[in-house]
């Protein structure tokens, strides 16, 4: 008798309990600590070594200096051979300095017993960098070779010990090897290798020569049941970062963790284990950890008043990364920073990772916003997504049948709560069989779609990247005949268990795997999807539940005979991609794809979005969603967003308003559940909870053009779109570390409730300019912190003062709805009544943009008049003025005025063909003003509007 589709999910998880991954938490003992980890250990270790020798200690790492070349007339290039004088080893050392304040180092070794994997570049960066000489050389000091980048930047290079010193204002920034911690493990052969030997007491008092305890995980290791050959032996590379006078280093996502990274050696509230970074699917993670979870960003970045400055270890297989906190008073360093006595606390990092190259991008900012915009300049700045992805999804494992999507769809309306997509599951499919529809459960999928489509919303189906080994599946028949799996060392198919049962994995490093992978997208292969149907891919990690921490193994092979291990944090980016432009390439005329991919590394920014996985449905987790997706953001990773509201468990009504609240101030917004919860759509809330997550809802919209141009700023800078409060306030010390607040763009100050039964709250208002309360526009001139109210159906959220800021006001049942909808402009005054702000205006699906097809106007209030004018670089080309006819007749049809202080005589609008008076009402209380449709054009700048005081 066939199992129910409910009975075979219990096999499932019944299957993962008995692998272990699942538990009523997550089980730490399914993942490696640094101990468990060889390379991690003996790096570790052997900084330890040279920390305990202290000045005793020297680096046997040296520039050959015979071997330095160094030219202005070369490209930018300086190269070197690296000698390793302990094992007699040469390596190769080339720094590249870069357009735009940033400089390359790249090491390999001179001659390896084979190559050494570095060829994830070509999918890691958009574009070979930018090469810019330097302006000078300095060679004067015998053992430095310093580099003058320009007026405030330098390059010092310390040839024995080998150190690279970066600088600014002649102040060393960022210091490489600066401890000495720097090791390249070379390839060797297990017959030529010599163990380091450590002489051990006896119980007799005599000495006996013993092997290191670090070199027992070499050649082989075992972690729980499984062991890893391990047949090229030790491969790894280790570096000291040093961050010298920065208090707070960022990034590396992903971990639930702080904004500000901890120690992991010491100090105060430290962890004792490493960041790590290694894809893997962690079940109920846990939060304030150095866990790794489904995302690999190695890109970290410090910020102190100052300046901001970053570094990007583009290196894909597992690291870990140690962070420790110095405090010093040398004289010369705190002159320098300008900090006079005061203590100088250096930011000490130790990275480490298994097998590959050294390469190694410096930035020096000056700003956090300038690091990010160098790092995207080399990795792609965030794709733009399609209108409707900015917008609410609705989503649960699962939606049994059609008749169910359609009622939930149904619902929405009737409770008059707007969203524009709705997802499906893994339940959807035959037998986990992606790219196929279960027919008993959705017999007409298309017509399903077609009246979603007639609403102006949208159907999201999950596809992971597990294909079930099945004779009668096509998809599984073709990639088996055509090789075109992950293979084992001794050749044929690496089987793993998933959601399917036995499941082999599509090798995406191989470009053919990847042609082929993209056309199973189009709409005669994946046949009962049409155009208004996207893409969820999940487990991508790759997530195997009988895998070693529930992964592949490292010595599977890829494409180009390359092991898992130097590739393992790229597959979730390269699986990424290839649904990407699968989804991108379906239609003749390609529209933006939206996919949703759980696993990423360095360059996902470019395919969609992420969200932070698996987590729990209490008060912690909302509070820990804020630095997770802050932490994306500053890894260059913006659009994501946490499981609203929690995947795991069954949150009360407060929590459930309290996430939606906050769920409308984060990029990606979706509604998720576990197939064992009880079903939580936001309009199955009773009073007052429901009106509560409406109004959230309407919240979402009525910001969407707000949200659309911090999008399109995304795509153009790297700015993310949900920002650390000291990224628009970089000289205030005390908001360095803040995480339970933060800044929508530029304009939008936020403080989600994350406390149970919590009626007001603490915000820090940071600045010299006024805020001003979203609801009811009250001002606060107040610098610091203030006590807010903040009663259940109340998230304090504050705009700017000098900021104007665009909303639609309508209510509709989806962001296609509003296409034509009429603009709210909220001008929030500064202290001299002005403001400005930016529209950006597409028709949000297609690529016309990059032909110039839309408008992006900047608004101007200055002293009492409202003016704005084009930001379009082009705005004279045909589609820019094909665009602009077509929305000519979008209007504003209503100006809130924040912070006048007193009413005007009159307020009129000026046109080259009249002058007409406008209606307006003044609230004394609340010192704003309210001016109903003045009619003006948001694209077409004709107009200018008056106030008269």
Known sequence: MPFSSRQRIHLYLLGLLLFGSLASAMKTEDFKTCSQSGFCQRNRLYADDAAALGDAFRSP???????????????????ADIINKNADKRFTMALTFLQDNTVRVQMNEKDPLHPRFDAHAAHTLVKAPVAQAPQAVDRTQDNQVTMILDASRKVIVTLEPVKVDFLVNDASVITLNDRGFFNFEHL????????????????????????????????????????????????????????????????????????????????????????????????????????????????????????????FWMNPSETWIDIVKTK???????????????????TQTHWMSEAGVLDLFVFLGPTAKDVLRQYTSLTGTPALPQQFAIGYHQCRWNYINQKDVLEVDQKFDEFEMPYDVIWLDIEYTVEKKYFTWDNTKFPDPIAMEKQLDD?????VAIVDPHIKRADDFPVFEVANKDHYFVQKPTGGDYEGWCWPGQSSWPDFFDPKVCQWWQSLFAFDKFVGTRENVHIWHDMNEPSIFNGPEITMQKEMIHHGNWEHRNLHNLYGLLSFAATSEGVRTRTKVPKRPFVLSRSFYAGAQRYGAVWTGDNMADWDSLAMSMPMILSSGL??????????????????????????????????????????????????????????????????????????????????TGTPMMRPMFMEFPQEEQIFAMEDQFMVGDSILVKPITTEQTTSTDVYFPGEQPWYDLETYQPIYHHGYRTVDAPLEKIPAYYRGGRIIPRRERPRRSSAAMALDPFTLMIALDKKSNAEGTLYLDDGESYDYEAGTFAHTHFVYNKGIL???????DGASAGAQAFAKKMSSVRVERLVLMGTHRQPNRVQLLTK?????????????????EIRDPAVSVVECDWTIRFDF
Not at 61 to 79: C, F, M, P, R
Not at 331 to 338: E, R, T
Not at 455 to 459: C, D, P, T, V
Not at 867 to 873: F, N, V
Request: hydrophobic share 35%; net charge negative.
């Open 867 to 873: 003016t704005c004018d084009s930001l379009h670089a």
């Open 61 to 79: 790492y040296a520039v050959d200096a015979d071997s330095l070349h160094l030219s202005l007339e070369d490209t930018a290039h300086i190269t």
């Open 455 to 459: 609403k102006g919303r949208q159907l």
């Open 328 to 346: 010093s008073s040398k004289n010369s360093l705190a002159k320098l920073l300008d900090f006079g006595k005061k203590e100088v606390t250096t």
């Open 635 to 716: 890894g260059g990773m913006p659009f994501n967003g946490a499981d609203v509201p929690g995947f795991f468990g069954n949150p009360g009504p407060e929590l459930l308003a309290r996430w939606y609240q906050t769920g409308v101030f984060q990029p990606f917004f979706r509604g998720h559940a576990h197939i064992d919860t009880k079903r939580r759509e936001p309009y199955l809330v009773d009073e007052p909870y429901r009106s509560i997550t409406r109004k959230a809802l309407r919240t979402r919209y009525a910001l969407l053009p707000y949200w659309y141009t911090l999008f399109y700023d995304a795509f153009k």
């Open 913 to 929: 063909q009249t002058t007409l008076d406008l209606a307006f009402s003044y609230h004394e209380a609340v010192s704003s003003l």
């Open 188 to 311: 060797r052969t297990k017959e030529s290798h010599k163990p380091k030997m450590i002489q051990q007491q006896n119980d007799d008092g005599t000495l006996e020569d013993v092997q290191h305890a670090a070199e027992d995980t070499m050649w082989e290791e075992t972690f729980k049941s499984w062991t890893d050959p391990k047949p090229n032996g030790p491969e790894s590379i280790a570096l000291d970062i040093s961050f010298n006078g920065f208090s707070h280093v960022y990034g590396i996502p992903e971990h639930a963790s702080t904004l500000s990274l901890k120690e992991t050696r010491g100090g105060d509230n430290a962890y004792t284990e490493p960041y790590r970074l290694y894809n893997t699917d962690v079940f109920e993670y846990a939060l304030d950890s150095p866990t790794s979870l489904y995302g690999a960003i190695p890109f970290m970045t410090a910020h102190r008043k100052d300046l901001s400055a970053g570094i």
